[in-house]
Nanobody, 123 residues
């Protein structure tokens, strides 16, 4: 049974930072492609950061240079460090895992498992 649990969301002022965590159970994150996605009201879910089994990282252009994805293999946890936040970053953020692809990139359809989401609000 795979479970992904996000935490770390909240409200922050523009220019601030947050670190999201995704604790995984039932998978080994070092051997699983992991990704972070977000969905704002009225918009489609978009991929913003991913890390493949080889450690290669992928970022959406709108967050590159501000967000960093990382993983702690010992804790089976994936992180998303978000700096220089703007109101446009306001969304529900989701963690996802892919058992179908070793490098799933930023495409939601390549991911099999999803967390429940955590709200990030930037004002």
């Amino acid at each position: 049974h795979v479970q992904l649990v996000e935490s770390g969301g909240g409200s922050v002022q523009a220019g601030g930072f947050l670190r999201l965590s995704c604790a995984a159970a039932g998978i080994t994150v070092s051997r699983t492609a992991m990704g972070w996605f977000r969905q704002a009201p009225g918009k489609e879910r978009e991929g913003i950061a991913a890390i493949d089994t080889g450690g290669t990282r992928y970022y959406a252009s709108r967050v590159k240079g501000r967000f960093t994805i990382s993983r702690d293999n010992a804790k089976d946890t994936v992180y998303l460090q978000m700096n220089s936040l703007t109101p446009e970053d306001t969304a529900v953020y989701y963690c996802a895992a892919s058992r179908s692809f070793s490098a799933a990139g930023l495409r939601p359809l390549r991911y099999n498992y999803w967390g429940q989401g955590t709200q990030v609000t930037v004002s």
